[in-house]
């Protein structure tokens, strides 16, 4: 399945902040392309955020077996493997624990 996003945001206030710092210190320390940081910064998150989401039961669990699939394809040869594995534990071992498997995402 090819699909391609064109994802764009603004950020303000605090998180505008840390962007900024991440930026200064990429575009100092690095010759890799800004967009090739972004990307990794929207990879981390969505991962994570999926995670989370399969770990609290918020997915269909045929959905999470898929998308476990996909997030494996992404993540597997890069650093965010490793960081994959610690969330996934958190989120199966711990994240369902307190909240009974269900949270109010309207709260």
């Not at 206030?13 to 990794?40: C, Q």
């Not at 991962?47 to 399969?54: K, Q």
């Amino acid at each position: 399945m090819d699909k391609v996003y064109k994802v764009e945001t603004t950020l303000s206030h605090g998180l505008a902040e840390l962007y900024a710092g991440l930026e200064e210190e990429f575009a100092n320390k690095s010759s890799i392309p800004l967009s090739d940081m972004n990307r990794t910064l929207l990879q981390t998150g969505l991962i994570h955020h999926l995670a989370m989401m399969g770990g609290l039961g918020l997915i269909d669990p045929e959905k999470t077996a898929k998308l476990d699939e996909l997030i494996d394809q992404v993540a597997k040869d890069t650093i965010l493997w490793e960081v994959l594995q610690m969330v996934r534990t958190y989120w199966r071992d711990c994240g369902g624990a307190g909240q009974g498997g269900a949270v109010d995402l309207k709260a």
